[in-house]
């Protein structure tokens, strides 16, 4: 339970530093959004169509993900896909 209690506490802390952050970004240059990682890092992610991600390290020597953070890319890379169908596969 005091994990638990832990993460959520650490969920809360990343939203109330990085409110726009496991957002999409729908544009004309594709889908996009940025993560934090483990050491409060804002890490930008671009997503291709065909379920890629790209993610931006420039300006840092390590990014740290636990699990947590894999899981969500990869909701995120479904989110993206269904938002680039319906914005540029029309």
């Not at 699990?67 to 938002?83: G, H, Q, T």
Request: aromatic fraction near 12%; include cysteine; glycine fraction near 4%.
């Amino acid at each position: 339970m005091k994990n638990f209690i832990k993460m959520k506490s650490w969920d809360i802390l990343k939203k109330d530093l990085f409110p726009n952050s496991e957002k999409l970004i729908v544009n004309k240059e594709g889908v996009k959004t940025t993560i934090i990682d483990a050491e409060l890092d804002p890490v930008s992610l671009y997503f291709s169509h065909k379920n890629f991600v790209e993610i931006n390290t420039e300006g840092y020597s390590h990014i740290c993900l636990g699990k947590d953070d894999l899981y969500k890319i990869i909701e995120l890379m479904d989110e993206a896909e269904e938002s680039y169908k319906l914005k540029f596969l029309k």
